[in-house]
């Protein structure tokens, strides 16, 4: 996981460009990551712990309609809180992690390890979803080694 948040450090350096993070399940352990560097706020702008439906409604800006009909771990939640931190910090790249960590909290449809992974930039943004196994520590870990990988990519 180091290894890909030094690729995304240089890439983000050389490039002159800027991020900002919102995280529900993974608890500011992206930020953690992304700031772990040396000279990592030539480029981290703000990380947002958007824990709760009233953050994401009240700091993001997300719509309660779309938290209700779509649930809070959704693509769209997903989708709109990158969008939205990117917006809020006037970053070039916004990333956001939305899931049920469990080891409660899931339903039939959306089980403990679901998890939704976005990025944005100004002119498109992606969201994929996962479901990983194991315990909350892990299923935490992965979401975060994912949320790089998926990062870097989009980096290009």
Do not use: W
Request: glycine share 10%; hydrophobic share 40%.
């Amino acid at each position: 996981m180091q290894h890909i948040a030094d690729q995304i450090h240089k890439t983000l350096i050389k490039r002159k460009r800027t991020v900002s993070v919102a995280e529900s399940c993974t608890g500011g352990l992206v930020c953690a990551a992304l700031t772990s560097i040396s000279g990592s706020s030539g480029y981290f702008n703000l990380g947002i712990i958007a824990y709760s439906n009233r953050t994401k409604q009240g700091l993001l800006g997300i719509p309660l309609t779309l938290i209700n009909n779509k649930g809070a771990v959704s693509a769209e939640v997903a989708l709109k809180m990158a969008e939205s931190v990117r917006k809020l910090a006037k970053t070039d790249y916004g990333i956001s992690i939305t899931g049920i960590a469990g080891p409660t909290g899931g339903t039939p449809l959306k089980p403990v390890g679901t998890v939704f992974i976005a990025a944005s930039d100004k002119k498109r943004a992606f969201c994929r979803e996962f479901h990983f196994k194991g315990s909350r520590a892990s299923i935490r870990k992965q979401s975060v080694a994912t949320a790089l990988r998926l990062f870097k990519d989009f980096l290009g």
